[in-house]
């Protein structure tokens, strides 16, 4: 069984920068993911990774401003948010799968097994 636990959100103005971080235990994670549901929209998915082999895929929104990462040793992964937009508000979901996980499937809900409890980031 896999527990994650997410850190890092809050309040920043336009333009400024956060890192989220997905604190997991349990074994076997193939994919670990991030996704959003700002108010009143449907959750979507905004980066990926392949924990082993290390293949990313990001939301056109993000690319170029969230790159995703990981760390197996501890093992976590994480989203460092940069040039932040109002846009961006939304709580952030931490997700893992078990299963490798492939293209076009990667931004899918029902793909990821696991999910964290969210944290809260605000843009203004």
């Known amino acids: 069984h896999v527990q994650l636990v997410e850190s890092g959100g809050g309040s920043v103005q336009a333009g400024g920068s956060l890192t989220l971080s997905c604190a997991a235990s349990?074994?076997?994670?193939?994919?670990m993911g991030w996704f959003r549901q700002a108010l009143g929209k449907e959750r979507e998915g905004v980066a990926t990774?392949?924990?082993?082999?290390?293949?990313?895929y990001y939301a056109d929104s993000v690319k170029g401003r969230f790159p995703i990462s990981h760390d197996n040793a501890k093992p976590a992964a994480y989203l460092q948010m940069n040039n932040l937009q109002p846009e961006d508000t939304a709580m952030y979901y931490c997700?893992?799968?078990?299963?490798?996980?492939?293209?076009?499937?990667?931004?899918?809900?029902?793909?990821?097994?696991?999910w964290g409890q969210g944290t809260q980031v605000t843009v203004s």
């Open positions: 990774i392949q924990t082993r082999g290390g293949n990313t």
């Open positions: 997700a893992a799968s078990n299963l490798v996980v492939h293209d076009p499937n990667v931004f899918r809900g029902p793909s990821y097994r696991f």
């Open positions: 349990g074994y076997g994670r193939y994919c």
